[in-house]
């Protein structure tokens, strides 16, 4: 995807779930506060957080696109990564806000100090409203995230996917009140919040993940093996991958023809470097070490370590 394109792509999924939850904080809050419906405000309080770090992160997506200078030669991308951990330390804090005020309100019942009283059916209308909405949302976001590979994205999607369960939860608790059993509200507030923290711990783990420099997984590696295989002459020795925000940089061991001259080395580790970028998505540089490892060569020395010539790395963001 042209870099240009999947920045434009990404503010717009940002900026779309910012108006959303302006609007959805507001609403829900109000009403769950008029209509007497502690699941919803406990909602409210949700998407109240939601337009905080949608701010937070509509500023890192932006400032992920800058340049690549001489302090980061690979760019700013792992802004995006830092935007999705930002993201999920606000989903677990809201979280434990909303169990700690739906566990005090269920005690308050039954402790006989609070007067429970049936949420009205304007609560209702805005909770299936709100599930509606998600539903569009998480939908959009997720098909964005799919496309960019930008984490920031890919957790606003499962905090989406997530307000659709928080919302039907509360909608679910504001029947039950409506029908005589008002502890249902509360008790679905409590639902709300275990559902808000694991899709927070969720996103912690898998944005730390990037930035710990975790490496791809064997699709990858699966990838990179089937389109060496093509190649003659070149046996797939051992690969390395780190990200880079989206991007995926690879360092590859090779064995080749141990006869073969420096030069000769050299042209197949440049057409290797040169197919990986063409054909692998986000493969942004790859480093390749050859060594003499095939037709009984015995006698192993260290080969060149290479990074792609402007040509190759031009190549393969082109894609």
């Given amino acids: 995807m042209d870099p240009a394109h999947r920045d434009r792509s990404s503010i717009f999924a940002v900026n779309l779930g910012l108006?959303?939850?302006?609007?959805?904080?507001?609403?829900?809050?109000?009403?769950?506060?008029?209509?007497?419906?502690?699941?919803?405000?406990?909602?409210?309080?949700?998407?109240?957080?939601?337009?905080?770090?949608?701010?937070?992160?509509?500023?890192?997506?932006?400032?992920?696109?800058?340049?690549?200078?001489?302090?980061?030669?690979?760019?700013?991308r792992q802004l995006e990564s830092i935007a999705a951990l930002i993201v999920g330390a606000f989903v677990v804090t809201t979280g434990v806000t909303i169990f700690w005020g739906s566990v005090n309100a269920v005690y308050d019942m039954w402790r006989a100090t609070d007067v429970a009283a049936g949420a009205s059916l304007l609560a209702l209308l805005v909770a299936v409203f709100t599930v509606l909405t998600k539903i569009i949302l998480t939908a959009v976001t997720k098909r964005v995230g799919r496309r960019t590979h930008n984490l920031a994205v890919i957790a606003l999607a499962y905090d989406h996917r997530n307000d659709?369960?928080?919302?039907?939860?509360?909608?679910?608790?504001?029947?039950?009140?409506?029908?005589?059993?008002?502890?249902?509200?509360?008790?679905?507030?409590?639902?709300?919040?275990?559902?808000?923290?694991?899709?927070?711990?969720?996103?912690?783990?898998?944005?730390?993940d990037d930035l710990m420099d975790t490496v791809p997984g064997k699709a990858l590696r699966q990838q990179i093996a089937t389109l060496i295989r093509a190649m003659p002459g070149v046996e797939l020795e051992e690969v390395q991958a780190h990200r880079f925000g989206p991007y995926l940089v690879a360092n590859l061991t090779i064995g080749v023809n141990g006869s073969m001259s420096v030069e000769e080395g050299d042209r197949i580790a440049t057409r290797v470097e040169r197919t990986l970028c063409r054909e692998i998505d986000f493969l942004m540089r790859v480093h390749v070490h050859y060594h003499p490892?095939?037709?009984?060569?015995?006698?192993?020395?260290?080969?060149?370590?290479?990074?792609?010539?402007?040509?190759?790395?031009?190549?393969?963001?082109?894609?």
Wanted: charged share 20%.
């Fill in 19 to 76: 108006a959303a939850n302006v609007v959805l904080a507001a609403l829900k809050t109000a009403v769950g506060i008029l209509g007497h419906s502690p699941a919803l405000l406990a909602d409210g309080i949700n998407s109240t957080s939601d337009v905080v770090y949608y701010v937070v992160v509509r500023v890192f997506v932006g400032l992920a696109r800058t340049p690549a200078d001489d302090e980061h030669p690979y760019g700013h």
């Fill in 164 to 208: 659709i369960m928080a919302a039907s939860a509360a909608t679910l608790g504001i029947l039950g009140g409506r029908m005589g059993h008002p502890w249902i509200d509360p008790l679905a507030g409590a639902l709300v919040a275990l559902i808000v923290l694991g899709t927070g711990i969720k996103i912690l783990r898998e944005s730390s």
């Fill in 293 to 319: 490892a095939i037709e009984g060569s015995r006698q192993r020395h260290h080969g060149r370590t290479r990074s792609p010539d402007p040509a190759a790395r031009e190549n393969g963001r082109a894609k």
